[in-house]
């Protein structure tokens, strides 16, 4: 297989460590060992700091002469209104012969989230775009306003590239739903995978220090992970934890919440400052956690619970089960093909069944001591190398496709 030029749009470098970050991060390292790859990444904007981002990685040295400049290339996909509109034009109109001359030395061009400009599409070079999920237009109940969900939906329909990638199944699923003719475009299952980063912590001191950092002064605790909004379902983590105080009268364990609250999820942020005072010591809101700590955090508790309504794939189980925490989750969406046989399944409605589960984490032993096991198992499945090489490939036929 002879090398492709690869073009990866450096939008989702520069935004906030979401999971689509950690998405595009594992792959851009992976994309540069890759044999079957002359990778250079294109400066679609002038947001943000991009050479910082390299810095940090440590893959300046390997790209900082392979950053292609195409500076105002997103704005020609903004369209949220009318000025959008006639300035995305004029930009369309005044760079187009410009970037058209530098996407000539190239072979593929390949988003990981944002929309690929109608430049790069209507010229003659593969192009390829990631989907996560479709949570603003199938999940009404969380967050999004109704122009976000208005943009977001139109920027999946006006796509066009040569080859999609989604998470999952359920993702493609969804998305074929969005999308039902589409039999002349592949759509690939492109896994997520948990990084190195991710392993079993045998340092008890380790984990001892990063409790201490986090303020978890209790013995034992359940821990959740992820940006907290009605679809993650904390206020249902919340009620269930109480209820299994109340019930198992347990002193020894706490709730630990890893991640940022949403501004506007009001309703969670006033239960948790509520029961904070009435369970002192028992709920602990840590917020942001430096990357090196999770492995700890995680080895260190008792189980992970994560009660979402709806993912697109589901990432933060993978790093529980491959740091060797047993797991809880709900049943529905993309879950259950993450989590395989390694998870005790909950309905994330069912408060009481959600105590009985924590409850089975306190208590029994053997069922920890199994998950743990079917948790590291099911982890290695996922492997960011493996979904790298599938991609690449995926790309590469498309391109020798497109060269005959």
């Given amino acids: 297989m002879s090398k492709i030029k690869l073009l990866v749009d450096s939008q989702i470098f520069v935004s906030s460590k979401t999971g689509i970050f950690r998405t595009a991060d594992a792959l851009l390292h992976e994309f540069t060992e890759n044999e079957n790859v002359d990778l250079f990444i294109a400066k679609t904007s002038n947001k943000g700091n991009l050479i910082e981002y ?145 392993y079993p912590v045998n340092d008890m001191e380790l984990i001892k220090n990063t409790m201490m950092k986090y303020n978890i002064k209790t013995k034992k605790y359940f821990l959740g992970v992820s940006e907290i909004t009605k679809r993650k379902n904390f206020a249902h983590i919340l009620d269930a934890f109480v209820e299994f105080l109340n019930k198992t009268k347990a002193d020894d364990i706490s709730l630990v919440i890893v991640g940022p ?53 589901g990432l933060p189980i993978l790093e529980a089960m491959k740091c060797g925490t047993p797991v809880i989750c709900t049943d529905n969406t993309s879950l259950p093909e993450v989590a395989g046989d390694a998870a005790l399944y909950i309905s994330g409605n069912d408060v009481l069944q959600t105590v009985n589960a924590l409850e089975k984490m306190y208590l029994d032993t053997e069922l920890v001591k199994d998950l743990k096991q079917k948790g590291i198992k099911q982890a290695s499945k996922f492997d960011w190398h493996k979904t790298a090489d599938l991609i690449v490939n995926a790309m590469s036929d498309i391109v020798k496709k497109r060269k005959k």
């Fill in 261 to 313: 609250k949403r501004s506007t999820y009001n309703e969670v942020t006033e239960k948790m400052n509520q029961l904070i005072k009435e369970y002192p010591g028992k709920i602990v809101l840590t917020g942001y956690v430096d990357d090196k700590d999770m492995a700890s955090l995680y080895s260190g508790a008792t189980a992970f619970i994560y009660p979402s309504l709806y993912e697109g794939f």
């Fill in 54 to 198: 390299l810095q940090k990685t440590e893959l300046y040295s390997v790209l900082k002469n392979k950053i292609i400049s195409f500076s105002k290339l997103s704005k020609t996909t903004r369209a949220g209104n009318l000025y959008h509109k006639i300035r995305a034009n004029i930009f369309k109109i005044v760079y187009a012969p410009i970037y058209k001359f530098k996407l000539k030395k190239f072979d593929a061009y390949f988003s990981v989230f944002h929309p690929i400009s109608s430049i790069v599409y209507d010229f003659n070079i593969a192009t390829f775009l990631m989907v996560h999920d479709l949570i603003p237009i199938v999940y009404m109940n969380d967050c999004y306003s109704n122009h976000f969900r208005k943009t977001f939906k139109n920027r999946l329909l006006s796509s066009r590239p040569d080859a999609y990638f989604c998470i999952s199944e359920y993702t493609k699923s969804d998305f074929l739903k969005l999308k039902p003719n589409l039999e002349d475009t592949p759509v690939y299952i492109t896994y997520l995978a948990a990084g190195n980063n991710f």
